[in-house]
Nanobody, 117 residues
Framework: QVQLVESGGGLVQPGGSLRLSCTAS????????MGWYRQAPGKEREFVAR???????NYADSVKGRFTISRDNAKTTVYLQMNSLKPEDTADYYC???????????WGKGTLVTVSS
């Protein structure tokens, strides 16, 4: 059974930083992309950032220049460094892993990020 273990959420003041991490119980050779989505109360889940096995990255416009995604392939771990946090960044953050053939989506259980003074 595949598991995605997330950590790093919490309460932070506006302008502050947090680092999320997610470790997948998968072989690195089976992974295509690793990324993060978020869901704020009363809203749809939305894409935040993604990194491919080749190292390319994609970001939502709302987080460009503030968030940085990175991965440690040896540990099948993906990180999300979040700087200059805003109250509108408050959400449950979900780790997402997409495997190679077959292409399957796996989701973590989520970690809560609250940005408030």
């Amino acid at each position: 059974q595949v598991q995605l273990v997330e950590s790093g959420g919490g309460l932070v003041q506006p302008g502050g930083s947090l680092r999320l991490s997610c470790t997948a119980s998968l072989s690195i050779f089976s992974i295509s992309t690793m990324g993060w989505y978020r869901q704020a109360p009363g809203k749809e889940r939305e894409f935040v950032a993604r990194t491919t096995i080749g190292g390319s990255t994609n970001y939502a416009d709302s987080v460009k220049g503030r968030f940085t995604i990175s991965r440690d392939n040896a540990k099948t771990t993906v990180y999300l460094q979040m700087n200059s946090l805003k109250p509108e960044d408050t959400a449950d953050y979900y780790c997402n892993v997409v495997t190679r053939l077959p292409s399957i989506n796996y989701w973590g259980k989520g970690t809560l990020v609250t940005v408030s003074s």
